[in-house]
């Protein structure tokens, strides 16, 4: 064809992206069994910063490969929309983080990407989240790979459907935060020797005055507050999207395939053909 | 002279590194003094310092609260109330970990804070996945501040059409979907109005790019790079083959 | 025989429809672009202007985008589409090369990722691998053309309304393509800026750029266009030369304003007008004054705009009876819109008070307020969050069901947009959002109806509708306050018309 119009893709680029995400994927499985295998001898003996670097490395490399394998395949429409995530996220996070709640609030645009755009969008998005979010809080840097994770799941759970049923999406919310928090405690654990929130630090204390090592307290504590504050984003995202117009929703190819969404694979009798542009047209 | 963005970033990250590895009293506090003094001496400290404080203050009395009264793993007990019981070791644990975050933190944030972040942009808008994270960083710090001035836009709108934000939690809770829907709404509108204008300006089409602004580089601060990441490997390294020298 | 030039750039658009829907936004459309000329593509709002411009020039692409039969031919180069998986993909940078797009809301063009007004317009040469000294001319160019060459060290979030529109435009030709299409150009610029613009486009046009424009009011200056093409529907309704289109009166029935002299007699100016109704004081300033307290606040990228610079009201008394249409006019950032906000305790006088039906509104807030002042903004989106439009106006409305479904078909019915009761509300077009905020307002019956520059966005059958809510609200015994920079409108509808200039208030 004529050169204004594109190639079709070619496959062998696509498989050496798919090699990195599975490589980041890998480092940061391994980092997390190495970390908890390895966690008693460490953490009362001394400053514990061999795990801290190991815990630091290894999940952060992972985070950088599979942003390096997933941000070139997407398309510019998800990649302005990162930062919209990004800002969500961070104004967000920064407000519940400053009050006394045991909650983070601090994923909706990473889940509200995973849901319009698919779980590979939805774990660059966590993991760009944390590192862009460094920049102003270098504690969040740690905790990319767990960002990244649950992007991911949120985008498999709306994949699977369980955001076409309002009341399925607390409970995705629900099961992604326990595997979120799990991974996400050595990282508390070995780099930051507890929460670096007060609430949080209170719940940990209360495992710890019972005689638990610090990794099982702030296990334990993460049980207690991801869960729940994943079924509140997963919660809010339902809400959002919802509340968007069809024709926005309709625009992401990954709701359109996977009809992620209730009511977008027919059409709605009530939708006449009477203003056919967006709100910009006038 | 103006740093290479690069070189601060790695010369913030690489400290970072090392004194994590170092994990070491002296090391930690001389970093602290050297992060806080530069800040000072490159005119950051006002805006650097409140949000160092932000984020150390409370990360801090959590570290203490925690292991300064519980530390099981604690034998030299100096003071014990019902289950609280406050240990040498539990001290001593939370006040070497803060001081070891706080070196981290504070570098880090004087490395954020001091690079021109137009000229990390443009150089890393010159290569493949260099230019998308560039966008995404960019495009993020340019919505950040705008966003408040937009919210309260929102919410001016909508007490005008007579909606009152009611006190408690289901009060908040309606308030959250009245306002962040049509935020929400504009910001992807305007992300879609965006991909389209910048799709049709080239961006995101391969072939090589070139950037308008010119940023100063030098032999001296490319070696200085090398330098500062080997450092940096070497600290990792030697730290996982002694884990334990040092502490 | 006579070889005619080949067209910059021909459409044959038979049918495009959005993804997931069936009727098609577009169809039988079909137009040549010759270079050097200049196009207006006229419609009311939802008539498919914006579909159209945002396809011709590679902004909404077919296949994602949605389903596209016809062919486009560009740059000696047929691209032909089915409306099937098979079709061809526009590569929207190369695209982009040859026609070049400047949408209504020119904010959203800029990449938000360059911090001057220079960088931004070398973006898309960056991307196209252009060597430093010849992005350096271009640029200068550029700016020279755009009259943007004392802004090139501004950072885009700085400049204004017009300015940013220059910049938009540089950014769209700066890579001179063959075509330039304009959405909506002229909406809210004053007299200077379009006086501007319209003379940047006859420079285009005679460097060889063939321009379309589209609007939805027929602009003196587009009377000089070579064509125009009126939509309505999504299809073609009439084409010709302006003079054709005019003789014929297919703008009428398309909805498109045609901005005439005012033949209406001149309202009676002045401060202090005794109202022909005779009915109470509605609204009442006492020597009102205001100063923002200063804020500034520092971006971590680059500055940001502080609040624009100090408008302030100085001593502003001003009473208004029930049943008066009060106009209140000024240039830009005279503090029209900080008055506005006085009006329903948005912003609270730091001096003097204000009375509505002779209650001091001090200290109460704005959401009490507003059950009897309704204040519409000029964003009616900031307004609207429900999810459909009937909910949208019941919002708030109270318990009572039967009297709150009388009062939402009420105020539906007086805005017509009673037939699109289901609609979601970010689906209509620009012009019905407006009559929807308003019709949320006019659902709570409050007596006095502040409007913020009602007139920008309305299509002719929306400036109707709003003559009409007006005048059947003031019959009501209700007052109505509006501010707008269009002065004929003010003259054709108000009793009363003041002038708000540095934060005064002198009668016309």
């Given at each position: 064809m004529s050169s204004l119009t594109l190639p079709p893709q070619t496959p062998a680029t696509a498989r050496n992206r798919r090699l990195l995400e599975v490589l980041g994927a890998v480092a940061i499985a391994g980092t997390y069994i190495y970390l908890v295998l390895n966690q008693p001898a460490d953490i009362t003996g001394g400053p514990g910063s061999a795990s801290a670097l190991i815990a630091l490395s290894g999940f952060l490399v992972g985070a950088v490969l599979l942003i390096i394998g997933v941000l070139p395949t997407l398309p510019v429409s998800t990649l302005v929309l990162i930062p919209v995530a990004l800002v969500l996220n961070i104004v967000l996070g920064q407000f519940v983080g400053s009050t006394l709640v045991p909650f983070y609030l601090d994923a909706i645009g990473t889940v509200l990407i995973a849901v319009l755009a698919g779980p590979a969008a939805g774990a660059a998005t966590g993991a760009l989240s944390s590192i862009i979010w460094s920049f102003f809080n270098p504690t969040v840097l740690p905790f990319a790979a767990g960002a990244a994770l649950i992007g991911c799941l949120a985008g498999l759970a709306a994949r699977y459907g369980l955001f076409r049923r309002f009341y399925l999406a607390p409970v995705a919310g629900f099961l992604t935060g326990i595997v979120g928090g799990v991974v996400s405690a050595p990282v508390a654990a070995f780099v930051f020797g507890g929460t670096s929130g007060l609430a949080t630090g209170a719940i940990v204390s209360a495992f710890r005055s019972m005689g638990d090592s610090l990794l099982a307290a702030i296990t334990k504590q993460a049980l207690i507050s991801d869960p729940m504050d994943k079924a509140i984003v997963f919660t809010l995202v339902a809400v959002l999207v919802y509340a968007l117009p069809r024709r926005t929703r309709l625009q992401f190819p990954f709701v359109r395939q996977y009809r992620v969404l209730a009511g977008t694979a027919s059409n709605h009798p009530g939708n006449q053909p009477t203003g056919h542009s967006t709100g910009q047209d006038a | 002279m103006r740093l290479h963005p690069l070189t601060s970033l790695a010369a913030a990250g690489s400290t970072a590194v090392i004194t994590t590895a170092a994990a070491s009293w002296p090391v930690s506090l001389t970093v602290i003094a050297a992060a806080v003094g530069l800040s000072f001496a490159q005119g950051a400290a006002r805006r650097m310092l409140p949000a160092a404080a932000v984020i150390l203050v409370p990360l801090v009395l959590s570290l203490l609260a925690l292991h300064g009264l519980f530390f099981p793993e604690g034998t030299t007990v100096l003071a014990q109330w019902g289950p609280a019981r406050v240990t040498a070791q539990g001290l001593q644990f939370a006040l070497e970990r803060a001081a070891q975050l706080s070196a981290a933190v504070l570098v880090l944030l004087l490395g954020s804070f001091t690079v021109s972040v137009p000229d990390l942009v443009a150089v890393l808008s010159t290569r493949g996945v260099n230019a998308r994270f560039a966008f995404v960083l960019a495009s993020t710090l340019t919505l950040l501040p705008a966003i408040s001035s937009r919210l309260e836009r929102i919410r001016q709108a909508q007490e005008a059409r007579g909606l009152v934000i009611r006190p408690g939690i289901p009060g908040r809770v309606a308030a959250f979907r009245w306002q962040a829907v049509p935020l929400l709404l504009s910001l992807v509108e305007e992300a879609g109005t965006r991909a389209a204008a910048l799709q049709a300006r080239g961006f995101g089409s391969a072939g090589p790019i070139t950037s308008y602004r010119q940023v100063l580089d030098s032999p001296v601060q490319r070696w200085a790079r090398v330098v500062l990441l080997l450092a940096a490997l070497a600290a990792i390294v030697f730290r996982l083959w002694q884990p334990t020298a040092g502490a | 025989m006579v070889q005619t030039p080949p067209p910059a750039l021909a459409a044959g658009i038979e049918k495009f429809v959005f993804p997931g829907e069936t009727e098609p936004v577009l169809a039988g459309i079909s137009l040549t672009l010759v270079p050097g000329s200049l196009t207006a593509v006229l419609g009311g709002s939802g008539s498919g202007k914006s579909t159209l411009g945002r396809l011709l020039a590679g902004w909404l692409l077919p296949g994602d985008g949605g389903t596209l039969t016809g062919f486009f031919e560009l740059a000696g180069t047929t691209v032909r589409f089915t409306g099937t998986a098979a079709d061809p993909q526009i590569d929207p940078g190369r695209w982009g090369r040859q026609v070049g797009f400047v949408p209504q809301d020119p904010a959203g063009a800029l990449s938000t990722v360059r911090v001057t007004v220079a960088e931004e317009l070398a973006f898309g040469l960056e991307n196209a691998g252009v060597d430093r000294a010849s992005m350096a001319g271009a640029v200068r160019d550029t700016a020279a053309l755009t009259g943007l060459a004392h802004l090139l060290d501004r950072d885009p979030a700085t400049l204004s309304g017009g300015q940013l529109r220059r910049l938009a435009i540089g950014c769209a030709v700066i890579q001179r393509p063959a075509v330039l299409v304009m959405d909506e150009p002229f909406a809210s610029l004053?007299?200077?800026?379009?006086?501007?613009?319209?003379?940047?486009?006859?420079?285009?046009?005679?460097?060889?750029?063939?321009?379309?424009?589209?609007?939805?009011?027929?602009?003196?200056?587009?009377?000089?266009?070579?064509?125009?093409?009126?939509?309505?529907?999504?299809?073609?309704?009439?084409?010709?030369?302006?003079?054709?289109?005019?003789?014929?009166?297919?703008?009428?029935?398309?909805?498109?304003?045609?901005?005439?002299?005012?033949?209406?007699?001149?309202p009676r100016a002045g401060v202090d007008y005794q109202s022909a109704v005779n009915g109470p004081t509605a609204l009442e300033l006492r020597d009102v004054s205001f100063t923002y307290r200063r804020t500034r606040r520092r971006g971590w990228f680059k500055s940001q705009p502080g609040p624009p610079a100090d408008p302030v009201l100085h001593g502003l008394s001003l009473t208004l009876d029930a049943g008066e249409i009060l106009a209140v006019t000024g240039p830009n950032a005279s503090g029209k819109s900080t008055l506005l906000r006085h009006l329903n305790g948005l912003l609270q006088p730091t001096a003097g008070s204000v009375l509505v039906q002779g209650r001091n509104i001090g200290g109460h807030p704005a959401g009490q307020v507003s059950r009897d002042v309704g204040l519409l903004f000029q964003q009616p989106r900031d307004q609207l969050f429900e999810r459909t439009v009937e909910r949208e106006v019941r919002f708030g409305l109270g318990r009572d069901g039967l009297a709150a479904d009388q009062a939402v078909q009420r105020a539906l019915a007086a805005v017509g947009l009673d037939h699109l009761a289901g609609r979601h509300p970010a689906e209509l077009p620009a012009s019905q959002q407006r009559l929807l905020a308003l019709a949320t307002v006019l659902a709570r019956r409050p007596s006095v109806l502040a409007l913020d520059e009602p007139t920008v966005s309305l299509d002719g059958p929306g400036l109707d509708r709003l003559d009409r809510v007006v005048r059947s609200t003031t019959a009501d015994g209700n007052a109505v306050v509006l501010v707008t920079h269009d002065l004929d409108y003010a003259r054709s509808i108000a009793h009363r018309l003041v002038c708000l200039e540095a934060g005064r208030l002198r009668g016309i």
């Open positions: - | - | 004053d007299t200077d800026g379009a006086e501007v613009l319209a003379a940047l486009v006859r420079n285009l046009a005679q460097d060889g750029t063939a321009v379309v424009i589209m609007s939805q009011r027929a602009e003196p200056f587009l009377h000089t266009a070579d064509t125009w093409l009126v939509l309505t529907g999504g299809t073609v309704a009439a084409t010709g030369t302006p003079a054709e289109i005019v003789a014929a009166g297919a703008l009428e029935m398309a909805g498109v304003i045609r901005p005439r002299p005012l033949t209406v007699a001149r």
